[in-house]
Nanobody
Framework: VQLQASGGGLVQPGGSLRLSCTASRSILSFRAMSWYRQAPGKERDLVATEFSSGHTNYADSAKGRFTISRDNSKDTLYLQMNSPKPEDTAVYYC?????????WGNGTQVTVSS
């Protein structure tokens, strides 16, 4: 099972960016999928989770600005980042739990700068 993240890049503060994570298996088979991020010199932190039930959780830093969603027909998880701040600069990783196995995708760099 592979998770392929994409969509990172340079974005200005107050702009918007959408990250994508495409799974090599049906996304419906994942009981939970998440976005994490890791800034230089810091630990990897949870940003947002979407459960198969549709319930979502967000880190306080992401609430009101980021939205996690999925498109089952495309087997793709998204993270819509609105009004990003310089402190959101990090490598973003997608993660999924499938049949009690945890999978990590590659990282995609997001840089928020004017």
């Amino acid at each position: 099972v592979q998770l392929q993240a994409s969509g990172g890049g340079l974005v200005q503060p107050g702009g918007s960016l959408r990250l994508s994570c495409t799974a090599s298996r049906s996304i419906l088979s994942f009981r939970a999928m998440s976005w994490y991020r890791q800034a230089p010199g810091k630990e990897r932190d949870l940003v947002a989770t979407e459960f198969s039930s549709g319930h979502t959780n967000y880190a306080d830093s992401a609430k009101g600005r980021f939205t996690i969603s999925r498109d089952n027909s495309k087997d793709t998880l998204y993270l819509q980042m609105n009004s990003p701040k310089p402190e959101d600069t990090a490598v973003y990783y997608c993660n999924g739990w499938r049949f009690d196995v945890n999978y990590w995708g590659n990282g995609t760099q997001v840089t928020v700068s004017s």
